[in-house]
């Protein structure tokens, strides 16, 4: 699936800010490998339904045998076990026995402590990827799971391995122990080593992926094989938010354009990046946030949402706004399914230019049938002589005044919106009153 810089940025699957972060808030990872892979996942949403069905299969997996996912393994084990390989040490016997195994350990005091607690970690290490490989290789787990499940198995498949996995971790290893393991994964291991590290980094991503889906109770979306476009959720809500107000989302062939109204702060930003970041996450192969969501494949998300100007090129805000659109547009003709996201069409002009501007632009999108649009607008006035495309739907989010306080629903309505309410906020804001003061 093909997203953009811009679209990335537009529906905050990375922030620094971390409250503001899809990523951050579903990243569950163990390890900084784990949180790697997981980053890469991110950038790469899948393309293909495969890819997403078996990430699906092997997350419903992983969930049904949560409890015994191996504890044993932090990210403390792996950066012990990487410092081993990174720290020069003393030559260490190769055929230990007792004498140069004690006169290792009197000889070389702090290369023995060093080795004796590396050795220690990896035994963790190398036990805990041996459980993965017992849990999870069963006959109906997923191809690309049982993959690296079986190269697991291949990589701990020594003699040396098998012995140091079956000693007792309540008794500490013995000097002979020490110089002998250590000797084998210092010197025969190492490349091993760091192949099931890699691994494992996938397998955390994997964990984090289905732990996020359980925490935050999100639905696991059905796929279907269609050459149609839609996308039919139920109880659909943004995933940053802590209460959120869920939104029925049916767009298909027949109706693949939503155009959006409503006062500021009523709703719709946040409807048009809840919907944007719940297909995205359908393509990772994860959970969405609703209760249950059909989706077709898509081949990219487009946004158009926090368009800025660039004083260095000398590019102002509408200029920025058209050549995304344009952008948009070269992209989006290529017959392919996507997924365009508008928020605030040219807020860079006048009302009237806008106004001609968004007519015309719609106009020319509404031919694009193998895609679906949402697009919010404060210009009302050009609705009416939208309504003669059946394609397009009109939804509303409505905005009540009490005591000449604004209230807001959030609840995403059928119609057009009329809220006329930039004066009140401009009085109740006492702006008005210091103004007559002047």
């Known amino acids: 699936m093909q997203i953009d810089k811009i679209t990335y940025e537009d529906l905050s699957i990375f922030n620094d800010d971390e409250e503001s972060s899809i990523f951050h808030k579903l990243n569950f990872t163990r390890t900084i490998g784990g949180q790697n892979r997981l980053l890469q996942f991110f950038n790469n949403p899948f393309s293909d339904l495969k890819h997403i069905t078996d990430t699906q299969k092997i997350l419903a997996l992983i969930l049904k045998n949560v409890d015994d996912w191996p504890g044993s393994i932090s990210n403390g084990t792996i950066m012990v076990i990487e410092r081993f390989y990174e720290t020069a040490l003393d030559e260490i016997p190769s055929h230990p026995n007792f004498v140069n195994a004690i006169s290792y350990k009197l000889l070389h005091g702090p290369d023995y402590a060093l080795l004796r607690y590396s050795l220690t970690h990896f035994s963790d290490f190398t036990r805990g990827m041996e459980s993965l490989v017992k849990i999870f290789d069963e006959d109906n787990c997923p191809a690309m799971l049982r993959s690296y499940l079986h190269r697991v198995k291949s990589l701990l498949n020594s003699e040396e391995i098998r012995a140091l996995n079956k000693t007792d971790k309540s008794v500490p290893f013995s000097a002979i122990q020490t110089v002998y393991y250590g000797h084998y994964i210092r010197e025969r291991f190492k490349n091993n080593a760091f192949e099931l590290i890699e691994i494992y980094g996938r397998l955390d991503a994997w964990y984090s992926m289905a732990m996020a889906t359980q925490k935050f109770n999100m639905a696991i979306p059905e796929f279907i094989e269609t050459n149609q476009t839609f996308i039919d959720a139920s109880s659909l809500y943004h995933v940053l938010l802590h209460k959120a107000v869920a939104y029925e989302v049916q767009m298909n062939r027949e109706s693949n354009f939503v155009f959006l109204t409503g006062a500021n702060m009523a709703g719709k930003s946040t409807f048009i990046k809840a919907v944007g970041a719940a297909v995205f996450l359908a393509h990772l192969g994860m959970g969405v946030p609703a209760n249950s969501m059909q989706l077709s494949l898509f081949d990219g998300i487009l946004s ?107 609840q995403l309505k059928e119609g057009i919106s009329n809220d006329r309410l930039g004066y009140l906020i401009l009085k109740r804001e006492k702006v008005v009153e210091m103004l007559e003061k002047l």
Request: hydrophobic letters at 40%; aromatic letters at 12%; one cysteine or more.
């Open 304 to 410: 158009n949402i926090n368009v800025v100007d660039n004083i260095v090129k000398g590019e102002s805000y509408f200029f920025n706004e058209v050549q995304r659109i344009r952008n948009t547009l070269i992209k989006i003709t290529d017959n392919r399914k996507w997924l365009v996201l508008i928020d605030e069409l040219f807020k860079g002009t006048n009302v009237q230019d806008a106004m001609k501007c968004s007519s015309t632009v719609i106009k020319g999108l509404i031919k694009i049938k193998n895609s679906v649009f949402i697009l919010s607008t404060h210009l009302y006035e050009i609705a009416e002589e939208l309504k003669q495309y059946p394609n397009i739907s009109f939804k509303y989010f409505e905005t009540s005044i009490n005591d000449d306080q604004l209230e807001f629903s959030y």
